[in-house]
């Protein structure tokens, strides 16, 4: 049952999307370029060199045309001669600009770390990530480079929406032992710099702690390992499954973060 209303929900989310397609079709002249270029001179991320460009996307008449989820999925795969040659950057900026990328984390009220994992293994380009041995670092590199302040004084209040749930899923890469393995403890001190940055400039995001408990406790930080053997509940509930009980126990994991990158 529980399956099945997802399914719906999903179903409806897509649907959804391809209305609003239509409209912003509409209102960019039926052209990707212009579309492209709307999205370029708000671009408040990373830049790679070798940036790479859907060629089929939300606004076109062909995604238009997709008959179901499992087909946009599909479309939004990486060639084969793209997933091996292109920069771990690159990659990276691919993963979180797909088109697939947003639209679903709230499918899953249970788990956000569950909904995440999902998304991440039905696109090649997450599992491509995950196998490359520079992929932590370049990710905390990727995201020292994303501008919050750009996302929400370039954005209306709608796009912006999108944005914030782009950001949780970059953010949500840091829950994934593949990517945390491969950070040294100097850059995961660094990267907790910039997600306390983060959610210091936007507290109403509490998915921002998430991923910085799951950083600390990757590392063994002993005095967030010790709290937790002695609440195994929030260890459940937070690392497994993505969620903070109440404001007091979020203050903690703030804590223990900023102790972590003295």
């Known amino acids: 049952m529980k399956k099945l209303i997802l399914l719906s929900a999903f179903a409806a989310l897509f649907l959804f999307a ?13 052209t990707l ?25 939300p606004g076109m008449k062909q995604w238009q045309e997709l008959a179901s989820i499992d ?12 997933l091996k040659s292109i920069s771990t950057k690159g990659l990276i900026d691919a993963l979180v600009h ?14 956000p770390v569950a909904t995440w994992h999902r998304l ?32 929400n ?24 032992p593949e990517i945390l393995k491969k950070i040294s403890t100097q850059n995961k001190q660094e990267l907790v710099k910039y997600l306390l940055k ?7 995001n509490y998915f921002t702690v998430i991923a910085i408990a799951s950083v600390l406790y990757n590392d063994n930080y002993t005095p967030l390992v010790e709290y937790y053997k ?13 969620y903070f009980l109440d404001d007091n126990q979020r203050s903690e994991i703030i804590s223990f973060a900023k102790l972590f990158i003295m």
């Open 33 to 57: 370029g212009n579309v492209q270029k709307e999205n370029t001179e708000k671009n408040c991320y990373a830049n790679p060199d070798d940036k790479y460009e859907y060629t089929v996307v």
């Open 18 to 30: 391809l209305v609003s397609c239509e409209k912003k079709e509409n209102a960019n002249l039926d």
């Open 98 to 111: 797909s088109p697939m990328f947003t639209g679903h984390y709230l499918l899953s009220s249970s788990s």
């Open 153 to 176: 004084q370039s954005y209306n209040e709608i796009e912006k929406v999108t944005e914030l749930e782009r950001l949780f899923g970059i953010e949500f890469l840091f829950t994934k």
């Open 198 to 204: 983060n959610y210091e400039n936007n507290t109403n």
């Open 120 to 151: 991440y293994s039905k696109l090649n380009s997450a599992k491509e990530l995950f196998n490359r041995e520079n992929s932590g670092d370049i990710l905390v590199e990727y995201y020292k480079e994303i501008d919050l302040s750009c996302i």
């Open 230 to 242: 002695k609440n195994t509940n929030l260890y459940e509930m937070n690392i497994l499954v993505g």
């Open 71 to 82: 087909e946009a999925f599909e479309i939004c795969q990486l060639p084969d001669d793209v």
